[in-house]
């Protein structure tokens, strides 16, 4: 039983040293785990300290770098309009285009050349293309600013009948890239619109408002060249209204160089005024237009518009008596003339439905010629017949056949000739 005790104990005291010794073991194991998680804890204090501190001085830096901005307004704006993006640049802005293609077109006829040989009958064979491209960008600057820009990708194929010309096409085209218009439009007080850059001057406003790109493919032959003014310069705009008459006024300072509407060597300038009264309770407009030019040169030029458009439930007529003379041009050599640019044209218009429009159109043009030892001019005398259908408002398809009849005023060239075309205009 001695023994039995004894053994108990020293097992008693051999279980409680043990546990003790673990217990130790792990007390030491967890120090030791604690010690190591508050290094890391300090180390990462350190790091989120020093990002701290590089967070600041960048802040400081773009606190700097704003004040610099705001010192420089144009600078301050710029970085406004990067931090709006695109959205912002292109706030008030739109962009689009006119398309002008043809599927059809084709002309034939007899044509006398200008060396005075014998009638040849001619033709050119069917083609389709493209005419015209214009890319438009408008933008509203401000309340009282607005910017138009219309690039013109054109190309040609020399297929249009004319006085001196074979009727053919080439067998490739050219094609030429030009700014059509590029304006800046203010608003002044007392509602005057003030208008700079390159335009089309309101002298003819078949040509100007370019009305007959919506009505007709093909242009009258020689019309175009009579009516035709594209030039820069400044213009000035205003509404009048009366107890019965409306009366729309532009006044306009040109450069007046026919051979180049972007240049200006101050010898050309002209003076354009158009207005175009509206009886109230009618839907008759009257045209009238008048034109002074080539200041500081002992040269002057005289041109002239006087016309109407009027409108009766589905008919719209619209005529234009052009009258345009120039002093002492260059006819060759030293040698100069007089030239002068005169003509008309009528036009009716029925909307048959909204979706078809018949048109008759007839014109005659005297066209100035210079190349020569005297001054002559090309005379035509032009009738088209036109269906149009419109597809939707911006997309039409037109139909024209013109007869065209010309003669050089030497009677040393002559043509008479008939063009088919079904074109394609669509605005987008």
Wanted: charged letters at 20%; a negative charge; one cysteine or more.
């Amino acid at each position: 039983m001695l023994k039995f005790s004894i053994l108990l104990l020293v097992l008693c005291g051999f279980l409680v040293f043990s546990t003790g010794a673990v217990w130790a073991d792990d007390l030491s194991d967890l120090k030791e785990q604690v010690r190591a998680l508050q290094e890391t804890i300090n180390n990462q204090q350190k790091t989120i300290e020093q990002l701290n501190s590089k967070v600041q001085a960048v802040e400081t830096k773009q606190q700097a770098q704003a004040a610099e901005i705001k010192k420089v307004p144009e600078l301050a704006r710029a970085v406004d309009a990067i931090k709006e993006g695109p959205a912002g640049l292109m706030e008030g802005a739109s962009v689009g285009g006119h398309l002008k293609l043809y599927m059809f077109d084709a002309s034939e006829g007899v044509v006398r050349g200008a060396n005075g040989e014998g009638k040849d009958a001619q033709h050119n064979n069917i083609s389709a293309g493209i005419h015209h491209l214009y890319l438009y960008l408008n933008k509203e600057l401000s309340d009282i600013l607005k910017l138009d820009v219309a690039i013109d990708n054109s190309v040609s194929a020399s297929a249009t009948p004319s006085i001196g010309s074979d009727i053919a096409r080439n067998s490739s085209a050219t094609s030429s890239t030009s700014i059509h218009t590029a304006t800046i439009t203010a608003l002044l007080p007392k509602g005057v619109e003030l208008k700079t850059g390159v335009f089309n001057p309101m002298f003819s406003e078949e040509y100007s408002k370019e009305t007959w790109w919506h009505e007709q493919y093909h242009q009258n032959q020689g019309l175009a060249y009579l009516e035709s003014w594209h030039d820069s310069g400044i213009e000035l705009y205003k509404n009048f209204d009366f107890e019965k008459v409306s009366l729309p006024v532009y006044v306009s300072l040109l450069n007046g160089n026919a051979s180049s509407k972007y240049a200006d060597n101050d010898s050309s300038k002209t003076l354009l005024l158009h207005i175009a009264p509206e009886l109230f309770h009618t839907q008759l407009r009257l045209l009238g237009s008048v034109a002074f030019g080539n200041w500081g040169n002992p040269d002057s030029s005289f041109q002239s518009v006087v016309g109407f458009d009027w409108k009766h439930e589905k008919l719209n007529i619209t005529s234009e008596y052009i009258y345009r003379k120039w002093d002492d041009l260059v006819v060759t050599g030293s040698t100069k003339a007089d030239g002068k640019k005169e003509g008309y044209y009528a036009r009716a218009l029925y909307n048959f439905t909204p979706e078809w429009v018949g048109l008759v159109k007839y014109s005659h043009a005297e066209n100035y010629k210079t190349g020569s030892s005297t001054m002559l001019s090309d005379n035509y005398d032009t009738t088209t017949v036109g269906i149009n259908y419109n597809i939707t408002p911006s997309s039409t398809i037109i139909g024209d056949y013109s007869l065209i009849n010309g003669e050089r005023s030497n009677s040393s060239a002559s043509i008479r000739a008939n063009r088919y075309t079904i074109g394609w205009r669509t605005t987008f």
